[in-house]
């Protein structure tokens, strides 16, 4: 008994490890609109926001914000998991960094994508709504390099 016992414990650990390192991302795309006249700024405060996320954020893969030639964006996240999603959601929360993006863009969609946890639809409450989750499909790079994109 206590053989087995033993052996149930070690495989325990052993599938808990794994699920740390699986990859089990969770992506935020905005569509997002400048406010007139505020492009300039709005272009300048993305190179600051990006630079405090990427030194503040461990568990941001991707932070990219796209601008066309008049006031459109499109607004790029990706986290390794529903965590490091909330972990970015707190520290935007009350911030600096809602008021001055507020200040620069309204949200026209926000859509997250993946398996998105409970907690982490409760921390968007009055952002958005739209969750979809992943039913099917693959994504040969972030299968192949899932461990190197976790140890990121």
């Known amino acids: 008994m206590k053989y087995m016992l ?3 414990v070690f495989f325990s650990f052993s ?16 569509d997002l609109s ?10 300048r405060f993305t190179h600051e926001i990006a630079k405090n996320v990427l030194e503040a954020e461990p568990n941001t893969v991707i ?4 601008f066309n030639s008049d006031s ?16 970015h959601v707190r520290n935007f929360r009350g911030s600096e960094w809602e008021s001055r993006f507020g200040e620069l863009f309204s949200i ?14 409760e921390s968007l409450v009055g952002y958005t709504s739209d969750f979809r ?19 990121l």
């Open 34 to 43: 400048v406010t007139e006249g505020k492009k300039d700024q709005a272009e």
């Open 15 to 30: 599938i808990l490890a794994d699920t740390d390192n699986k990859l089990d991302p969770i992506i935020f795309m905005l």
């Open 133 to 151: 989750d992943l039913k099917g499909g693959f994504h040969k790079p972030a299968e192949s390099l899932a461990p190197q994109i976790m140890g």
């Open 63 to 66: 932070y990219q914000y796209y």
């Open 6 to 8: 033993s052996i149930l």
């Open 72 to 87: 459109k964006v499109f607004l790029y996240e990706v986290y390794k998991s529903n965590e490091g999603a909330i972990e």
């Open 108 to 121: 026209d969609s926000f859509s997250v994508l993946g398996n998105s946890s409970q907690a982490l639809k």
